[in-house]
């Protein structure tokens, strides 16, 4: 069941960290490689993004089916 296994996945802090430090390294990397700005630049809004999927999917797996918030409309109240 691929949700359980990606509520797996965003239970876990040490994921988050390790994305952060995959983007730290890459741009040490960089650095000292001859790439491109538009190259790098690239590279790190992917990894950013990545991050930022991993950071709502924490949060919202912690939030599980408590309050979620004024605009917060089901599929089910949508049909």
């Not at 430090?21 to 960089?30: F, H, N, R, V």
């Not at 790439?35 to 990894?47: F, G, H, L, T």
């Not at 930022?52 to 918030?69: S, T, V």
Request: aromatic letters at 8%; proline letters at 0%; hydrophobic letters at 35%.
């Amino acid at each position: 069941m691929k949700r359980m296994s990606e509520l797996r996945i965003f239970g876990n802090l040490e994921k988050l960290d390790g994305k952060l430090e995959d983007l730290k390294s890459y741009l040490q990397e960089a650095s000292v490689e001859e790439k491109s700005a538009y190259e790098v630049e690239k590279r790190v809004w992917k990894k950013i993004l990545e991050i930022g999927h991993q950071a709502l999917g924490w949060f919202l797996n912690k939030k599980g089916q408590r309050d979620k918030g004024k605009n917060w409309i089901s599929l089910k109240e949508k049909s």
